[in-house]
Antibody, heavy 126, light 110 residues
Framework: QLQLQESGPGLVKPSETLSLTCTVSGGSISSRSYYWGWIRQPPGKGLEWIGSINYSGSTYHNPSLKSRVTISVETSKNQFSLKLSSVTAADTAVYYC??????????????????WGQGTLVTVSS | QSALTQPASVSGSPGQSITISCTGTSSDVGHYDYVSWYQQHPGKAPKLMIYDVRKRPSGVSNRFSGSKSGNTASLTISGLQAEDEADYYCSSYTSSSTLVFGGGTKLTVL
C-alpha cells in the first residue's frame, strides 16, 4: 500500500523559507507513470494546488505562487520536496503531498490525486 | 487563475439526492474533461471520488456520479447517508496546464 508522509518544521518565521519533504513508501517515486504534487489548505479554507513534479524533475507550478516555489525530487531517497520563500502569515496552512495518477495527452499532469499524506500544519509567525 | 465556483453549502435528508455544481470557464471546465471531485472529512486528507468528469476510482460507491454541461460540472450523491456529510471540492485542468480547485461545498445531512 502506497504511503506518503510530510515532514518539516511546524513553525516558520515571516520572510523565511518554508521547507517540507514528502517521503514515499510502498512504491517508487522513480516510476515514470506518475506525477507528485503539493497542495495546501489554510485553516478553515479551501484547497490550493501548489505544484507538481515527476521523476525526471519536470515541474508545473501555480502561477500565483510560482516565483516563490521550488519543487525538487530525490529519487535515491524516494522523496520530493517543497520550498516556499518569503513566507507571510497568509502561507499558514496544512500542507499535503499527494500522488498524481499520471499524464494527459499533453504530457502534463492529470491532477488526479489518489494517494495523500496526512498533512502537516505549518504556521508562519514570529 | 480564478477558483472554480461552488455553492458554499448544500443539505439533504438521508435517502435523498443532492447535486453540487462547479462552474468554471471555457479555459478549464468548459474545454477539458479533466474534472475531478474530492471528499474531505474534518481533520482528514481529501479523497478522490470522481475523475475524468464521471469516472469513479475503485472502491468509491456508485451513489456518487459526475457530469458536465458547458462550463459547469456537477457531482450528484444519491441515497444520502450520514457518512456523506463532508466538504466537497471540484478541480479542473486549465489551458495553462495548471490545476484550479473550487472553493468547496459543505454538505450537511439533515
Amino acid at each position: 500500500q502506497l504511503q506518503l508522509q510530510e515532514s518539516g518544521p511546524g513553525l516558520v518565521k515571516p520572510s523565511e523559507t518554508l521547507s517540507l519533504t514528502c517521503t514515499v513508501s510502498g512504491g517508487s517515486i522513480s516510476s515514470r507513470s506518475y506525477y507528485w504534487g503539493w497542495i495546501r489548505q489554510p485553516p478553515g479554507k479551501g484547497l490550493e494546488w501548489i505544484g507538481s513534479i515527476n521523476y525526471s524533475g519536470s515541474t508545473y507550478h501555480n502561477p500565483s505562487l510560482k516565483s516563490r516555489v521550488t519543487i525538487s525530487v530525490e529519487t535515491s531517497k524516494n522523496q520530493f520536496s517543497l520550498k516556499l520563500s518569503s513566507v507571510t502569515a497568509a502561507d499558514t496552512a496544512v500542507y499535503y503531498c499527494a500522488r498524481d495518477q499520471g499524464y494527459n495527452w499533453n504530457l502534463a499532469p492529470l491532477y488526479y490525486f489518489d494517494y495523500w499524506g496526512q498533512g502537516t500544519l505549518v504556521t508562519v509567525s514570529s | 487563475q480564478s477558483a472554480l465556483t461552488q455553492p458554499a453549502s448544500v443539505s439533504g435528508s438521508p435517502g435523498q439526492s443532492i447535486t453540487i455544481s462547479c462552474t468554471g470557464t471555457s479555459s478549464d471546465v468548459g474545454h477539458y474533461d479533466y474534472v475531478s471531485w474530492y471528499q474531505q472529512h474534518p481533520g482528514k486528507a481529501p479523497k478522490l471520488m470522481i475523475y475524468d468528469v464521471r469516472k469513479r476510482p475503485s472502491g468509491v460507491s456508485n451513489r456518487f456520479s459526475g457530469s458536465k454541461s458547458g462550463n459547469t460540472a456537477s457531482l450528484t450523491i444519491s441515497g444520502l447517508q450520514a457518512e456523506d456529510e463532508a466538504d466537497y471540492y471540484c478541480s479542473s485542468y486549465t489551458s495553462s496546464s495548471t490545476l484550479v480547485f473550487g472553493g468547496g461545498t459543505k454538505l450537511t445531512v439533515l
